[in-house]
């Protein structure tokens, strides 16, 4: 299956090459080209909307018998489902920016089924074939209302979460003072008290921001920058804020962590909230008196994914021919609840549950966000389940990531859980 991608939006081409990778296709090839370019020979196109783009003429050079997806903006949804025909309609999805990952999947998911049997046309009456088009016009009409729908929903959590974070950081900071004794002495259970209630504020403020920011699009303005910094620092920081977790259930943790030995590249803070989002998961789901190991050491990691090719460059594919240690592989395993592996990649979706007694996908954005921070650093993250417990590991690469790779730094995220 050959895919096109005709966009300047490098974060798009991040996520069409992320999306591509998952599906069980065996072979797949991405191509990526700028709207100046003539569009490459394909199966699948999905074209970041420009408003100089011609429908028309857009669709006229390749068919309407391939399937292309419009990434568009919601004020001009409705003029270009109006400039849309019974003749392009079929062979055409309208998503809103930005592109989500489950809409992205849907629709490659469809073209990969359509390529493996393709449909034969000959022979349909043309009765069916109207009716087809009048439901596909209608499909098309609801699916972009549900966008707006869904994007109008998001705005509204985002407002009423950014209200609800204000009365916290009061709270916050009370408790933070009476802590100090600013207001005079206090007793060890009073201390003890003030202290659970300024952790379980301070947990709850996280999750505020994580939905804020998540429901904003992660574009809220904060900036950090990418350096040199010391990762078994980082390891132990999350490690001490999740220390009345690990206390309060009597929960072991074994650090193991070897130096990098060459320069490491990252946000601290992003690094920090990551571990303490794995750390969390994990006491979460460990049982009492149980244990949690935390590894790091330097590795050698595979990013051989699927074909990826620019102006007709093969590109993604193994950076080294040695299989020299490129990057830094921590892993943090616990001995609670395991894992089905049909479930082992849902975990890291937003708002997912699958339910049931060994349901540890729960329904926060924690795993989902160390899934994003990962991606900002040009990383990865996978999770591992046996027959007991499950192991989180993850990968930052030593180099920074490198050009058609979206940077954290040149799009200003900041993320928290």
């Known amino acids: 299956m050959h895919v096109a991608l005709i ?17 069980p296709v065996r072979h797949r090839n991405l191509m990526v080209a700028s709207p100046d370019e003539p ?24 068919g309407s018998s391939l399937a292309h997806m419009l990434a568009i903006d919601r004020q001009e949804a409705h003029n270009i489902a109006d400039a ?7 062979a055409v999805t309208l998503v809103l920016k930005p592109v989500s990952p489950a809409a992205l999947r849907t629709f490659l998911e ?38 707006e729908y869904d994007r109008d929903r998001m705005n509204f959590l985002a407002r009423a979460v950014h209200d609800f974070r204000t009365p916290l950081t009061a709270v916050n900071g009370y408790c933070g003072l009476l802590l100090s004794g600013e207001f005079g002495p206090l007793t060890r259970a009073q201390h003890e008290v003030l202290d659970r209630t300024l952790h379980s504020v ?3 403020s996280r999750l505020a921001t994580a939905l804020f920011q998540w429901s904003s699009g992660l574009h809220v303005g904060f900036e950090f920058q990418i350096r040199e910094a010391d990762i078994v620092e980082c390891c132990r920081q999350a490690l001490h804020e999740v220390r009345p977790l690990t206390d309060e259930k009597s929960i072991a943790v074994d650090l193991d962590l070897q130096a990098p030995g060459q320069p490491l590249c990252f946000d601290p803070a992003l690094a920090e909230q990551l571990l303490i989002n794995l750390l969390e998961n994990s006491c979460k789901f460990t049982p009492r008196g149980g244990c949690i190991r935390v590894q790091g050491f330097p590795a050698f990691w595979e990013r051989r994914a699927a074909a990826v090719s620019q102006n007709g460059v093969l590109i993604e594919r193994r950076r080294v021919a040695s299989q020299r240690a490129n990057a830094y592989r921590v ?10 592996p049909e479930h082992l990649q849902t975990i890291f979706q937003e708002y997912t549950s699958y ?38 590991v993850f990968h930052l690469p030593f ?16 993320l928290v859980a």
């Open 202 to 204: 301070r947990r709850l």
């Open 39 to 62: 569009a490459p020979a394909a199966d699948l196109y999905v074209w970041d909307w420009e408003p100089q783009m011609s429908l028309p003429h857009l669709l006229g050079r390749q």
């Open 110 to 147: 469809q073209g990969a089924n359509h390529c493996d049997s393709p449909g034969v046309e000959t022979g349909r009456i043309g009765s069916l074939r109207r009716d087809r088009d009048t439901i596909l016009d209608s499909l098309l009409a609801t699916n972009l209302r549900l966008q």
């Open 7 to 23: 966009s300047r939006d490098d974060s798009l081409k991040r996520l069409c090459r992320e999306v591509l990778a998952t599906l």
């Open 355 to 392: 339910g049931g007694g060994g349901d540890r996908s729960g329904s926060g954005l924690g795993l989902a966000i160390c899934k994003r921070i990962l991606a900002e650093h040009g990383g990865e993250i996978f999770a591992e389940s046996r027959h007991k417990g499950v192991t989180f």
């Open 84 to 90: 849309m025909d019974e003749t392009t309609c079929a």
């Open 331 to 340: 892993e943090v395993s616990d001995n609670g609840m395991g894992v089905r």
């Open 399 to 414: 180099s920074r990531p490198v050009a058609g790779e979206s940077s954290a730094v040149d799009r200003g995220i900041h």
